[in-house]
């Protein structure tokens, strides 16, 4: 394990995905490396002619780099930062940014973690620049012309550890929290036109993109492994084993072709947490980032530093058990009911009888740190996931108990204008 320099909570770092679209039509345009190249030129402050759309540039603290598809830009913390509190406001500086860079091509950004008529076999472009072996080795093998690959956006939100002691209370605070990030994260709740009776959809398909390879992703759910010897035997190990017969050349050993929902980086000394779909401004990415650390924080620190029976259970959490509530969680969000009452009292939720991943979040907030507590947040709690909003805004009737269903063009284009907006203007949807 390489020694990391920071130690359990002492930073943090983010990272939100976009994707750029047509400004007229909304629809995706791949033309990242050309936003990158000018960004770059930029950043450098050298001619345009010198930019470079492997540059990765930097803006102060936050930087810019491509993914694996040609219509999705991410933006970075350069460094993992002590204090979240001015992150958002300087995200919300590189979309204004982006967004000033775009307009010559008449493209912006659009938020929510997926387009929602995207068609990923006709439009999926790879990324062609640096990088471009690996995403070569993940089309040849899995076929990234699927939503689970080509359609999915959302925010890292990656936590420090040093040693096994310390990599042990987080991996177990994290998987923990997992399954209901979901219920307030959700953004997803249309594919190819048509809801789909899901909330989260982008997790739908994320859960499934590497079913060719099925240690790939497991359930999810990362094993209740806690030393980074029992981790790389059991996990990863089993990955690059599965995968060598498809990759012999060995491109993909690597930690980060692990696709569960947290993920160990021991080279790094930290771990990043994928279930979170990104929302519709960086005001509301950063107040969810900060409840989620709040509160793998409160688990970590309190009874998971603990010795006796009760960290052990909670250490000893099956992943069949907490792959059911993410499950229901991708399904109904917010109103996913969970009737685990061991899960609710790890959380530290008394109730005698079952609650609803909402009720749960209501809970939860109530005992976060007050940094950890913002109008945004309450509005997430108060009116449910952007799913949900989304959904709302499309057909009220059908916004509590979505069903599979078509959707016009002009009724999608008008609610994703708006959040086009939103991102903009760094507001609520």
Request: with cysteine.
């Amino acid at each position: 394990m390489s020694e990391s320099p920071f130690h359990l909570f002492d930073v943090t770092g983010v990272e939100l995905e976009y994707m750029v679209v047509d400004r007229e039509t909304l629809s995706v345009a791949p033309i990242v490396d050309q936003l990158l190249t000018t960004a770059d030129s930029l950043a450098r402050n050298v001619p345009a002619s010198e930019g470079n759309p492997e540059g990765d540039p930097e803006f102060g603290p936050i930087a810019w780099s491509n993914e694996l598809a040609r219509h999705v830009v991410e933006f970075k913390t350069a460094q993992p930062v002590r204090s979240l509190a001015p992150v958002a406001g300087l995200f919300q500086e590189n979309v204004k940014r982006a967004n000033d860079l775009l307009a010559p091509l008449n493209a912006c950004l659009l938020p929510a973690a997926m387009h929602p008529w995207m068609d990923p076999m006709k439009e999926m472009q790879l990324w062609p620049h640096g990088y471009k072996d690996v995403y070569q080795a993940f089309d040849r093998i899995f076929s990234c012309k699927g939503h689970g690959w080509a359609n999915l956006q959302s925010m890292h939100i990656n936590l420090p550890f040093s040693g096994d002691e310390e990599f042990g209370r987080l991996h177990a605070a994290i998987r923990l929290v997992l399954p209901i990030l979901p219920a307030i994260a959700a953004s997803s709740p249309i594919v190819e036109g048509r809801t789909t009776g899901l909330l989260d959809n982008r997790l739908e398909v994320y859960r499934n993109n590497s079913r060719r390879v099925p240690s790939v992703a497991g359930k999810v759910i990362p094993e209740p492994v806690y030393t980074e010897r029992e981790y790389t035997e059991q996990i990863l190990e089993k990955i690059w084993k599965d995968l060598s017969a498809h990759d012999p050349e060995g491109v993909l050993r690597h930690e980060w072709a692990n696709a569960r929902g947290c993920i160990a980086r021991f080279t790094r000394g930290s771990i990043e947490i994928r279930v979170i779909d990104v929302q519709e401004c960086p005001a509301a990415d950063l107040a969810i980032c900060r409840a989620v650390v709040a509160l793998v924080k409160s688990l970590a620190n309190g009874p998971l530093a603990a010795s006796g029976d009760t960290a052990a259970a909670m250490r000893a959490a099956p992943v069949d058990a907490l792959h059911e509530i993410f499950l229901a969680c991708v399904r109904d969000a917010d109103k996913a009911v969970i009737s685990n009452m061991d899960y609710l009292r790890w959380l530290g939720v008394s109730s005698s009888k079952p609650l609803t991943a909402g009720e749960v979040w209501r809970a939860v907030s109530e005992t976060l740190p007050e940094d950890a507590r913002c109008s945004e947040l309450e509005t997430i709690l108060r009116h449910g996931c952007l799913s949900r909003r989304i959904l709302r805004a499309i057909n009220p009737a059908a916004a509590e108990k979505p069903v599979s269903a078509e959707v016009s063009r002009d009724a999608m284009k008008a609610v994703y204008q708006r959040l086009a907006t939103c991102l903009a203007q760094g507001r609520m949807f």
